[in-house]
């Protein structure tokens, strides 16, 4: 088991926040931490996302790193992800790509229609990236 002690208790906690805080997204100044208590960004549109990479206890300090698509033949990945649903002590999460846009800076990331469950258990850390607003989700 990569979390014998159990303390993805407080990784659990953190999610459902930044889950909470993405269904109420509004925009405001700045502060740099995963827990802090409101998304911010700097675009007019106002952020509804706070992208996340996750790391386990097996990975040798690697991001855990999904396919971004569901198709079996698509051997593209990304380790950058969108907490969708907390449940317990598991996590969905949405793949996020980067926005194969280059002009376009204020949206760094788009969304994909892949998901996938975690069991929290397995997550040793989070590492949150800038809030940002994402299409489609």
């Known amino acids: 088991m990569c979390n014998q002690n159990d303390n993805s208790g407080c990784i659990a906690e953190i999610l459902t926040v930044i889950s909470i ?3 109420n997204a509004t925009c405001t100044e700045s502060l740099e931490s995963c827990d802090r208590g409101f998304l911010a960004c700097g675009t007019t549109m106002g952020c509804n996302t706070r992208p996340v990479m996750l790391y386990t206890a097996f990975g040798n300090g690697t991001a855990w790193s999904m396919p971004i698509s569901r198709d079996p033949a698509e051997t593209e990945t990304s380790n950058i992800f969108r907490v969708e ?6 996590a969905t999460f949405r793949v ?14 788009v969304a994909t229609s892949s998901f996938f469950t975690m069991d929290l258990n397995c997550c040793c850390v989070i ?8 299409e489609g989700v």
């Open 21 to 23: 805080l993405q269904k």
């Open 96 to 109: 996020l790509t980067p926005n194969p846009d280059t002009t376009e800076t204020t949206i760094p990331y």
């Open 127 to 134: 590492r949150c990236l800038a809030d940002t607003f994402v």
């Open 85 to 90: 649903k907390i449940e317990d002590n598991c």
